[in-house]
């Protein structure tokens, strides 16, 4: 099992920032992947930003150039600078763990970001 814990959601003006992050804790392998995606009210949840464990990072087309994911894998910890907000950003961010050993995938319970005109 892994646990996931999020933290830095808030609320902000348009064309603001915020900073989210996660660490996880529990069963870690070392092939994995961790990102964030998000879920807007009466909307499916949909990746915003995925990072492995070999550096490899992939960003949803309406967050590049605004957000930038990072990882520290010796704490085992996403974060998620999240620049140039716009209102349509407003959702609940879930941190995401996938062991790529077995491909379960862990979720955090969720922050929510709320971006106001």
């Known amino acids: 099992q892994v646990q996931l814990m999020e933290s830095g959601g808030g609320v902000v003006q348009a064309g603001g920032s915020l900073r989210l992050s996660c660490a996880a804790s529990g069963s870690i392998v070392s092939v994995n992947t961790m990102g964030w995606y998000r879920q807007a009210p009466g909307k499916q949840r949909e990746l915003v930003a995925i990072?492995?464990?070999?550096?490899?990072?992939r960003y949803a087309d309406s967050v590049k150039g605004r957000f930038t994911i990072s990882r520290d894998y010796t704490k085992n910890t996403v974060s998620l600078q999240m620049n140039s907000l716009k209102p349509e950003d407003t959702a609940v961010y879930y941190c995401?763990?996938?062991?790529?050993?077995?491909?379960?995938?862990?979720w955090g319970r969720g922050t929510q970001v709320t971006v106001s005109t």
């Open positions: 995401t763990f996938r062991n790529s050993f077995t491909t379960i995938d862990y």
């Open positions: 990072s492995t464990s070999a550096s490899i990072t």
